[in-house]
Every structure is written in C-alpha cells, then in structure tokens.
C-alpha cells in the first residue's frame, strides 16, 4: 500500500513572523500555494492511491471560500486519489467550517468529532477530527481493531506524550495505550518538525508543508510511504509441517530397530568368533599330540572354513544393514533440514506478528522536499562594537542565501543599548526578518546582589525569575538592563 501523509498546511497563515517585512506575508502565502500545488502534481505523477492530511490544512480564523475553492480544484486533478482529511485544533469541524458547509469534491473523506472506520479492499482507515479547537480526549487507545490481517491506519491530529500543560488540550496521545491498539501506522499532525527518521512504532509526523519561523529550521515537505505486510502461515503449511514431523518419527524409528539388528548381527559375529578361536585352539592341540590326527585337523580346518565364510557373509549383511542406516541417516538429514526451514518460516511468522509494526512486513518512508525556503540562524559576536550604527553595518556584512530568511543572534558582551525593532528597520538586507540580543551585561551580580539596598534587592528578585523562567532570559536581562540604569 502506497499513500502520501502531510499535515500542518495551514493555508491563510497571516505569517506574523514575516510582519516586519513588506509584503513577505504575501509572498510567502503564494509560496505556501506553490507548494502544496506541487505536492498535488507529484501525487499524480507517482499515480499513489492515497492522500492522508493530518489537520490544521487551514486556519479557521483566517481562510477565504476562494482559498478553498483552489485547494478543492486541486483535489479534483488527482480523482484516482481518495483523499482523507482529519481536522485539527486550527481548522476544526465546525457548523459554519467549509469543511462542512463547502461541497468538496467526491474523493475527499472528512472525519469529524468521533472515531470512524473506513473498509477498503486491503487496508481499514480510522480517523478523528476536532470538533472544536481544542480537544482534551479523543479515546482513541479504546479502538478496538477490527480486521488485523489486513493494514490497519489511523489519521489523527494531536500531541503524541504530551507533557506541557498547553499541549494537553490539543488531544493529549499516549504512545504506549497506542501501541498496545495495534495500528500498522499513525498519521499524525500538529508537531510541525518531522520524526520519520527516528520512530520504532510507526506513530509519524510529516512536519509542517512549509515552514512557518526560527522555531521551525531545516526542510519541510511531506511523506511518500510504502507498507506491506507478510500472509500468515497458512493451514497447507501447517498440516505439511505436521506431516513431516510423523514422517521423521518414523525414520526415527526405522533406524533405532536397524540399530538393534546390528548389534544383534555384532553379537552373532563376536559369537563366532570366539567359537573359531575354540577351534584354533583345538587344532593346535591336536598338532602338537599327534601328527596322526592330521584327518582331524584337515576335517576341523575345513569347519574352520566354512565358520569363516559364514563370518564373512555375516559382515557382508553387516555392511548392507550399516549401508541401509546411512541411508536412513542421509534421509533423516534431509528431512530435518525441510523442517528447519519450515521452523524459520514459521519463526518468521511469528517474529512479523508479534512486531511493533503487528505484521508489517516493510516500511519504506521517502521525504519530498517541497519547501524552497528555509528559516535559518547566523550569530555575531558584537564584543568589539561601541554604536548603534556599527552593529547594523556589521549585520548588513552578514553573508545569506536569497532563498532564506534569517535569524541574526547577537552574542558576546554588549557596550550598547540594543533597540532589536529599530535595527530590524533599519537592516539593508530583506531576508533579515529577526535579531535576538544573546549578549552578557557587563555588571558584576554577584557584587550586586550581595548590596543591602534596593539594588541588591532588585537583583536577587531579578536572578529568581531568571532561574525560575529560563525561556525568558533576553526580557529579563533587558530589564535588568533598564532598571540598572534608573539607579544611576
């Protein structure tokens, strides 16, 4: 089975990221159109049956009918696709969400505020969407799976061991309730960073489509996904494997009986044997007491003769018996090396079915770059710089790519006031869209902190919030900053 998985569209972004800049809201709203276009046309190019969209495809808040009306046109070049929408907490099934009031196109499926199961020929598809923009629970660890020979997935978007506060209200997932569900794969959707490269349990995000800020570095586009998975033994086999077990047994059996023959043929020859020394020993006798039982000796030597010729018939059967065991041997041999070849099936099978995959017998995960833009970060020590002016003449010396926006990070110790919007303006280069202060203050808070004044005070309640609220170090360092220099 063959499907490509996306989520986190978000069509009608109003990009806030990019506000600063003019119109690069715009620009990257149609960049945003171009890439799902192109993602459309690879998915009738590659012919693949199957498109899951794993929620927020568009904000809600934001999204005009003409906005759908292209993503819908879109839909109906590809008719062959069945398409599988689950909605998230930005583009919720709402009543007056087009998911609703829209007449989509007939290969598009929408899952809505409960759990349904799609059958198809060789794969059953669950999915859930919000119906709402948030979502507490959405029970899905109490599916129960309804045909497990066949590929079983789920669409869903939510937050897979949620652990902050904020993210348990966009449906909160627990990886091991889930796992224990018995899905081949999990589409999922809202984490807009990918982790196909990295996950045992098939529980994938794609990433956003596009990226959307600095917190979301690195390439962005979608999944293209192969699965199969392995029939399980079947009766015919099971009843030959049982077949050649009595089979084995019963050459078994052959030769432990052709063994006790020719221990007993053994016997009859050390019987003889010992039988031929008697007469040896007689002859010898004979010899030495007189030479006139000479007839005697003659007579015994000729019984003597035919012991020995029956000694040698008797190892002669001897060796046919031992030829027949070496052939029941080689038989044996053989046989049980088609059992244990039908053991490694059989291990096989049992290896696929009790897998994390529940009989999936390959994944083949492929990412498509579609994204031409990145969001990337460079740094600049500005130690060494005394003015305003300076440092913009220092970012403007940056060297960037035109298809990349850029984050500068001021690092180093700062003798100057930095005013991060006023430089953003006054930045020459357009794909500047951020500056984040990352300096030092040149104070000394040890010495500060240990004053028996209000500065001493201010600091220490300072350095408490700084180490109780670590995610806001630039705004509180920059309040330190300020209320520093009110002391002076």
Not at 46 to 54: G, H, K
Not at 172 to 200: M, R, T
Not at 352 to 379: C, H, M, V, W, Y
């Amino acid at each position: 089975m063959r499907f490509v998985h996306m989520a986190d569209i978000h069509f009608d972004s109003p990009f806030t990221v990019l506000a600063s800049k003019k119109e690069l809201a715009s620009i990257r709203r149609l960049e945003q159109r171009e890439a799902f276009k192109k993602a459309i046309e690879y998915i009738k190019k590659e012919r693949i049956p199957f498109l899951f969209i794993s929620g927020d495809l568009y904000e809600q808040e934001y999204i005009r009918e003409s906005t759908i009306e292209y993503i819908n046109n879109l839909f109906k070049t590809i008719p062959e696709t069945k398409i599988f929408i689950s909605p998230g907490n930005h583009d919720p099934f709402l009543n007056n969400s087009f998911y609703n009031t829209y007449e989509w196109n007939e290969n598009v499926t929408i899952f809505k505020g409960e759990i349904k199961r799609i059958e198809l020929e060789d794969v059953d598809i669950y999915g859930y969407g919000f119906s709402d923009f948030y979502c507490i629970d959405s029970k899905i660890d109490e599916i129960e799976i309804k045909n497990k020979n066949k590929i079983n997935i789920l669409i869903i978007h939510g937050s897979l061991d949620a652990s902050k506060t904020l993210d348990m209200q966009y449906n909160p997932i627990n990886s091991v309730k889930l796992k224990k569900v018995g899905f081949d794969y999990v589409a999922l959707g809202h984490i807009h960073k990918s982790n196909y490269n990295n996950n045992e349990n098939n529980f994938i995000y794609p990433g956003s489509l596009i990226s959307f800020g600095f917190d979301e570095l690195g390439e962005h586009g979608f999944l293209d996904i192969e699965i199969n998975k392995l029939k399980k033994e079947s009766n015919s086999g099971k009843n030959k494997k049982i077949k050649l077990k009595i089979k084995n047994n019963s050459e078994k059996n052959k030769i432990n009986k052709l063994k006790i023959k020719n221990n007993l043929e053994k016997n009859k020859i050390n019987k003889l044997k010992i039988k031929n020394n008697s007469e040896k020993n007689k002859i010898n006798k004979l010899k030495i007491k007189n030479n006139s039982e000479k007839n005697k000796i003659n007579k015994l030597k000729i019984k003597n003769n035919i012991e020995e010729n029956k000694i040698n018939k008797l190892k002669i059967e001897n060796n046919l018996e031992k030829n027949k065991i070496n052939n029941l041997i080689i038989r044996n041999n053989l046989i049980k090396k088609e059992r244990n070849n039908l053991n490694k099936i059989a291990y096989q099978n049992d290896k696929i079915n009790n897998s994390k995959g529940n009989d999936l017998k390959q994944k083949n995960i492929k990412f498509i770059k579609i994204d031409n833009r990145t969001f990337a970060e460079k740094s600049i020590n500005i130690s060494h710089i005394n003015s305003e002016e300076n440092l913009i003449e220092e970012i403007n010396k940056v060297d960037v790519e035109e298809d990349k926006f850029y984050k500068i990070i001021l690092e180093g110790t700062k003798k100057i006031e930095i005013n991060k919007n006023k430089i953003c303006k006054l930045i020459a280069k357009e794909n500047i869209l951020k500056v984040k202060d990352k300096t030092k203050i040149e104070y000394n808070f040890d010495i500060l902190s240990k004053q028996k004044n209000l500065k001493g005070i201010f600091i220490n309640k300072m350095l408490k919030r700084l180490k109780d609220k670590p995610e806001e170090e630039e705004y509180i360092k920059k309040a330190i900053e300020i209320g520093l220099k009110s002391f002076e």
